[in-house]
């Protein structure tokens, strides 16, 4: 009788524990982005949930918030930073986070996207990502792409660095992309994103820079006379968690997560080339003009900026940048 009041209580604790075990509360992840659908810093976020989603549903708890409904970029940085969010995909504004990032305003730094990302697949994505996690708390999950930029406005198509003179242009809060376009000629405006297209129109501003997915996204091309294929800087999207909640999670959750950032980043690859091989074409049949300058001549003007970039990344860390990106 004794054996078996023993045995029933046996049965009903490992009954208990298994009760305990299946009712724990999964991780919660929460997602944040200030865009909507089709831009790349969604279609980034999207594909890392979809695929995290089908990888770790069992141990992740996703909630995805897109268009902003959480606020814009800057407040993510600062939501992620304090934890209040997870996740989050960073464009240019990340330098504001580390100047490291710094980098990628210098003018011409990468010929070509395979550099670009093979140096970001590389020693120079561990340089940021070990920057970044020391700076300012964050966990680099991968490097996506926003791509090169292009510069459109209505005033003139922009062959010589001389036609930028006075051009007010939308620039992202980046101090250093300010210097970049202070030292071309032209008259940078900080602006958020959100607000590019209307100031466009009421001609507060002449134009705006942006890789053309984004000048599509944002139907900016709508209100723009002349786009330049000037490929001034190439940008990449950080898809950052916040250290704390990536270092709570065990290895086989860490490995999901990494995977599935990999697949983000590689459907804003993607997502480039036929941004590049496609629009082009449709931007001239809405009537743009689209015009390809000889970059020399613009490289040499913006010289100093490389210079002053080194002052504030460190003169190393620049010829590390400088080696990875040839």
Request: glycine share 6%; charged share 25%.
């Amino acid at each position: 009788m004794q054996f078996n009041k023993l045995k029933l209580a046996a049965v009903t604790a490992v009954a208990i524990l298994a009760g305990v075990t299946a009712g724990q509360a999964q991780t919660s992840l929460k997602l944040a982005v200030e865009t909507t659908p089709g831009d790349p810093l969604n279609v980034m976020l999207t594909a890392f949930k979809n695929d995290l989603a089908e990888k770790a549903a069992d141990d992740l708890d996703i909630e995805f918030f897109e268009a902003g409904a959480m606020g814009d970029e800057g407040a993510l940085m600062e939501m992620i930073r304090a934890n209040q969010v997870q996740v989050v995909p960073l464009g240019s504004d990340i330098v504001q986070l580390d100047d490291k990032f710094a980098v990628f305003d210098a003018p011409f730094l990468f010929s070509d996207k395979e550099s670009a990302r093979k140096a970001l697949d590389g020693e120079l994505g561990d340089m940021l990502a070990a920057s970044l996690r020391e700076e300012a708390g964050l966990q680099v999950l991968a490097f996506g792409e926003l791509g090169f930029r292009a510069i459109s406005n209505n005033v003139r198509p922009i062959e010589t660095p001389e036609d930028l003179n006075g051009l007010k242009l939308r620039t992202p809060g980046s101090e250093t992309r300010i210097l970049a376009f202070k030292t071309l000629g032209a008259a940078p405006t900080p602006m958020n994103l959100g607000e590019v297209y209307v100031a466009l129109r009421q001609g507060v501003l002449d134009g705006q820079e942006n890789p053309l997915s984004v000048v599509k996204e944002f139907s900016l091309f709508e209100v723009q006379k002349y786009i330049s294929l000037t490929n001034h800087v190439y940008s990449p999207i950080t898809l950052a968690m916040n250290a704390e909640a990536w270092d709570s999670l065990d290895k086989e959750t860490q490995e999901k997560v990494l995977a599935a950032a990999e697949a983000g980043a590689q459907k804003t690859r993607e997502l480039s080339d036929e941004s590049d091989a496609n629009l082009v074409g449709e931007f001239e049949a809405a009537g743009v003009k689209v015009n390809k300058p000889e970059i020399a001549p613009f490289r040499e003007a913006a010289a100093p900026v490389h210079a002053a970039i080194a002052k504030i990344v460190g003169e190393d860390f620049m010829t590390k940048a400088k080696e990875a990106a040839e």
